[in-house]
């Protein structure tokens, strides 16, 4: 038994002194919201360390998903993938879309392209993949396809903050992609979230509707929503972005050991990136097979037992949860990939501060 526990995460913070001149700051000022200095600021510092056009922050990535279908007026059907956080259909529904889900490839746990095609229906309007752990998705077929049908394409990239592809940034695919800022993620404040744009008059879209469609005073164009984000957010986001390459460096040096730690053990399969050139080690999910002496559920006990929290992101899937197993394409024979990979996965501890000793002893546990 490890002396403390050990969670699935823990937030990156920079040193609360640091934080204070910002406070100051927003306390002299009495700018608290409502696209003050920090938050101008940090969209700029944003694009140039994220290599993208525009973003427009939000309170959170589920309100920048539902307003990313706002702003490019999907309806209909949206085609995506059962294996993600519920936020990616629940940002569907909210929009009175119907999820159509698709199965995903098995090895990169990302939406299949091969199986797109076939779901889509004369109601489908658009596609929501989803960048899953931060291994970007097949982005040019996924492009392609939609090109074809003349479909939009949002991207959920709640998990690929700096994640780059073959092209650079994998946010500049798409028409829209999503970013979630939440305190478990890669970058944080706290709270947060974010649409990447690819012109000024997407942006200007986003921007109206989540200031409640406000274009000044006295017009309003859309039933727009809030989702400001707020100044206090805004300046510890200014602060995290200064520790963020430390922060992947530190990631990335876990994600090695626990590659090694595992190599050899037979039933415990770690997930391999999806080609891209910058990763940025979101997570780190095993997939426990047949091989192994104890079933997915025994281990994730084990673990706990032993003070480590893993999380089995994703289980239970998307389209097994009540407000969506009703649908056609929710049935389980339509999704056995995704079936499979819900029932053998468990991501393990993976953050800055988790030590090397840490490591070894979530390894240990697994080997023995
Ligand atoms: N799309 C995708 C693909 C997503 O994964 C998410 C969010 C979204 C969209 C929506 O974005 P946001 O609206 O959240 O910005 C967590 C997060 O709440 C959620 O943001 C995240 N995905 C999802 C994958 O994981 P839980 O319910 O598993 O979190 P929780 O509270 O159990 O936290 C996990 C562990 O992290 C805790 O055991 C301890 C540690 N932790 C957590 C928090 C919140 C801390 O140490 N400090 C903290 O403040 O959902």
């Not at 501060?353 to 070894?360: G, R, Y």
Request: hydrophobic share 40%; proline share 6%.
């Amino acid at each position: 038994m490890t002396n403390k526990p050990i969670y699935v995460t823990q937030p990156q913070l920079p040193k609360l002194e640091e934080l204070i001149p910002y406070l100051e700051n927003i306390w002299e000022s009495k700018i608290l919201t409502n696209n003050g200095p920090y938050h101008q600021q940090l969209e700029q510092a944003l694009c140039e360390y994220l290599g993208v056009k525009h973003i427009a922050l939000f309170t959170n990535g589920t309100v920048a998903l539902v307003t990313a279908l706002q702003t490019l007026r999907i309806t209909g059907e949206v085609i995506t993938t059962p294996y993600s956080f519920v936020a990616t259909s629940h940002s569907l529904l909210w929009n009175a879309i119907k999820p159509g889900f698709v199965d995903i490839d098995p090895i990169t746990l990302n939406l299949d392209p091969d199986k797109i095609e076939a779901a889509i229906t004369p109601q489908t309007t658009a596609i929501m993949p989803v960048h899953c752990y931060g291994h970007p998705c097949d982005v040019d077929r996924i492009q392609k396809i939609a090109d074809n049908y003349g479909l939009k394409v949002i991207y959920d990239a709640a998990h690929a903050f700096g994640v780059q592809c073959h092209s650079g940034s994998v946010l500049n695919h798409g028409d829209l992609s999503v970013l979630s800022f939440h305190a478990t993620k890669v970058f944080n404040t706290f709270e947060g979230g974010a649409i990447v744009c690819p012109d000024t008059k997407t942006k200007q879209r986003v921007d109206h509707l989540k200031n409640f469609g406000f274009v000044d005073e006295t017009i309003v164009v859309a039933p727009g929503i809030n989702g400001k984000m707020s100044e206090f957010n805004a300046a510890l986001g200014l602060l995290q972005l200064k520790g963020i390459d430390e922060a992947l460096q530190k990631r990335k040096a876990i994600d090695a050991q626990y590659r090694e730690g595992l190599a050899g053990v037979k039933g415990i399969h770690c997930l391999s990136d999806a080609g891209e050139k910058v990763a940025n080690y979101a997570h780190f999910p095993i997939l426990v097979r047949p091989e192994y002496p104890l079933n997915r559920e025994a281990l994730y006990q084990k673990l706990r037992d032993n003070g480590i929290y893993a999380r089995r992101y994703f289980y239970p899937l998307i389209s097994d949860f009540p407000m969506y197993r009703g649908l056609a394409s929710a049935a389980q024979s339509n999704l056995p990939v995704a079936s499979k990979a819900a029932s053998e996965v468990i991501c393990l501890p993976i953050y800055p501060a988790l030590s090397s000793e840490q490591v070894d002893s979530v390894i240990e546990l697994l080997v023995s």
